[in-house]
């Protein structure tokens, strides 16, 4: 199993980026998909999750401008930025709870894509 992201890059303050992120491999079932954040000197933190039934859960410094979604059907995460800072400036990092055989989960990372905020 596999996660591949892409959409990263850099923005200008107040731009927006999409990012996706699809998994692909033997995969039976995908739980909960989410993306991570880690910036320079700081730790990994959680940005957005949402689960296979469509319930978000977002950090209090993103709520608002940013949005997840999934297709399942694809087996991919989105995250849309909106009104981006200087302070998203990080790398973001895809995860999701996978099973490729029935009630065996593991988590997952994709390799990370980097968002630059900056004029």
């Known amino acids: 199993v596999q996660l591949q992201a892409s959409g990263g890059g850099l923005v200008q303050p107040g731009g927006s980026l999409r990012l996706s992120c699809a998994a692909t491999?033997?995969?039976?079932?995908?739980?909960?998909m989410g993306w991570y954040r880690q910036a320079p000197g700081n730790k990994r933190e959680l940005v957005a999750q949402i689960t296979s039934g469509g319930s978000t859960n977002y950090a209090d410094s993103v709520k608002g401008r940013f949005t997840i979604s999934r297709d399942n059907a694809k087996n991919t995460v989105y995250l849309q930025m909106n009104s981006l800072k200087p302070e998203d400036t990080a790398v973001y990092y895809c995860n999701a709870r996978i099973s490729s055989v029935p009630t065996s989960w593991s988590p997952y990372w994709g390799q990370g894509t980097q968002v630059t905020v900056s004029s």
């Open positions: 491999g033997s995969i039976f079932s995908v739980n909960t």
